[in-house]
């Protein structure tokens, strides 16, 4: 008789596949709301606002600044900060949706074991290599799509993704190397930033919120301020308790795709077939580093 897997399993399977479906549905949200009339700054302020405002009760009654430095806090605060999610939104103003998936989704586990090897001396396994390789292959096939080329500055909005990417990774570097709680994570991306970065955006950045419509608000209100940077850290977490960090990353690697066929739904974002063969080489190496993360080379 075969055996079903335990509840918290399956639970961890779901959260997963939640965190995926969201991760890729904002790819799409973002270039919306890059096209829309609010600004980059505006949907920043939304990322920060609206997360800072829910965040709060919990970071007041957790106090998780009480177990991390003010060292350690601004250096996540700086890697989740506006030049972190600007360089995403203004990336989102040159180029589509696969390419945000692509350059930074399907980059991250790339850069990620870059910078944990400069900084922190970890050898990555020969396997971990091969899927470098299948990921620095993809992302050249994508950036040489022709249907992308023909979009103006597109390979701009590429160079942001990749900047965006870096802040990223080196952010989950040191929430491995330091421990970082989600409480940690919500106060510092949240709170932290918010309190410095709305005053600014308050009084001397342009904004776009009188030309925009109910409907556009209110879906950067969610897309922005809540689900991804709440409810999706919180998915991560659980998921990766349950299931293990690796299985987590491998569901992950379904989001450049999945992006980019919503892409193809919802905003006509065609790729030509250097665009579509990225994906296939780009899936199976970010798979690879997922699962032999972790591992000395042998």
Not at 127 to 133: C, H, I, K, R, Y
Not at 135 to 162: E, K, P, Q, R
Not at 255 to 266: E, K, S, W, Y
Request: charged share 10%; proline share 4%.
């Amino acid at each position: 008789m075969i055996s079903l897997p335990d509840r918290n399993v399956l639970l961890g399977y779901a959260a997963a596949f939640t965190v995926t479906l969201i991760w890729a549905t904002w790819l799409i949200a973002s270039r919306t709301g890059a096209q829309s009339a609010l600004t980059p700054y505006d949907l920043a302020a939304l990322r920060y606002g609206v997360s800072a405002v829910v965040a709060l009760p919990l970071v007041l009654y957790f106090k998780p600044w009480r177990t991390l430095s003010v060292k350690r806090i601004a250096v996540v605060s700086l890697l989740l900060g506006p030049h972190y999610i600007l360089a995403v939104f203004f990336g989102f103003e040159f180029a589509p949706a696969a390419h945000g998936g692509i350059f930074m989704n399907g980059a991250l586990p790339a850069m990620t074991l870059l910078i944990s090897w400069l900084w922190l001396n970890d050898r990555a396994h020969r396997w971990q290599l091969v899927g470098v390789a299948l990921i620095f292959t993809g992302t050249c096939l994508a950036a040489a799509d022709v249907s992308v080329l023909s979009m103006a500055g597109a390979w701009h909005g590429d160079i942001l993704f990749i900047i965006a990417g870096i802040f990223f990774a080196g952010y989950l570097v040191v929430g491995r190397l330091w421990n970082i709680t989600t409480m940690q994570v919500l106060l510092c991306s949240s709170v932290v930033n918010a309190a410095y970065y709305i005053p600014i955006w308050f009084f001397f950045l342009p904004k776009g919120f009188t030309e925009a419509t109910q409907g556009q608000i209110l879906l950067q209100t969610l897309y922005q301020g809540l689900i991804p940077g709440l409810l999706g850290l919180v998915l991560v977490a659980y998921a990766s308790r349950n299931i293990g960090a690796s299985l987590t990353a491998a569901f992950m690697a379904a989001v450049p795709t999945l992006g980019t066929v919503l892409g193809v739904i919802f905003l006509e974002e065609v790729p030509g077939w250097a665009g579509w063969l990225s994906l296939f080489v780009l899936t199976p190496g970010i798979l690879l580093v997922a699962f032999y993360s972790g591992r000395k080379s042998t």
